[in-house]
T-cell receptor, first 115, second 113 residues
Framework: DARVTQTPRHKVTEMGQEVTMRCQPI?????VFWYRQTMMQGLELLAY????????DSGMPKDRFSAEMPDATLATLKIQPSEPRDSAVYFC?????????????FGSGTRLTVV | DQQVKQNSPSLSVQEGRISILNCDYT??????FLWYKKYPAEGPTFLIS?????DKNEDGRFTVFLNKSAKHLSLHIVPSQPGDSAVYFC????????????FGKGTTLSVSS
């Protein structure tokens, strides 16, 4: 059963530290998304890639967040420096180019707590 | 400015009854709509979708209705089961290659036995 794998599942860090979250998309999927879930905003789109090229990162705070796809099997989301307001669950999702009839597949998320 | 709105944060229903979850959108460019279901400590999972060329799509106990003129869609679950208790997210997309899903804030459904 193909799945999107996210690591770590949980991360507690101190304010000011760098945080790196990783995502392994489903093999063959060419589109990768990063979403953030908070109580206030629900699921917010942060950035997404197609064929490893960034298509849109307008949802990310540019001064502290960065997203990359070093290769087709790995997507990373970095926060430097982290702040308490970054505490949230971060989801990665992958899929084919068009949303089609099956939506995109989400990972189980990384729960980030910044103290 | 929220483009996809789920105005009911929660809904409680008895087992066997119908659950109706609602969603409104503002962007007329959206032409593909999806519902996702999310259990605690898991990622959202795809449930059902509908293209703007249709007004209804059915999959077992789940039916999605789309009213384009009102920019409104709804998810009907009949009959509701306790295992349906979860957060339901409505999402919309411009059905082009590589476009992202824009989500509502979700509705928590509780089905009691």
């Amino acid at each position: 059963d193909a799945r999107v794998t996210q690591t770590p599942r949980h991360k507690v860090t101190e304010m000011g530290q760098e945080v790196t979250m990783r995502c392994q998309p489903i093999l063959g999927h060419n589109t990768v998304f990063w979403y953030r879930q908070t109580m206030m905003q629900g699921l917010e789109l942060l950035a997404y890639f197609r064929n490893r090229a960034p298509l849109d990162d307008s949802g990310m705070p540019k001064d502290r967040f960065s997203a990359e796809m070093p290769d087709a099997t790995l997507a990373t989301l970095k926060i430097q420096p982290s702040e308490p307001r970054d505490s949230a669950v971060y989801f990665c999702a992958s899929g084919w180019g068009g949303v089609g009839n099956y939506g995109y597949t989400f990972g189980s998320g990384t729960r980030l707590t910044v103290v | 400015d929220q483009q996809v709105k789920q105005n009911s944060p929660s809904l409680s229903v008895q087992e066997g009854r119908i659950s109706i979850l609602n969603c409104d959108y503002t962007n007329s460019m959206f032409d593909y709509f999806l519902w996702y279901k999310k259990y605690p400590a898991e990622g959202p999972t795809f449930l059902i979708s509908i293209s703007s060329i249709k007004d209804k799509n059915e999959d077992g106990r789940f039916t999605v209705f789309l009213n384009k003129s009102a920019k409104h869609l709804s998810l009907h679950i009949v009959p509701s089961q306790p295992g349906d208790s979860a957060v339901y997210f409505c999402a919309a997309s411009k059905n082009q290659a590589g476009t992202a899903l824009i989500f509502g804030k979700g509705t928590t459904l509780s089905v009691s036995s």
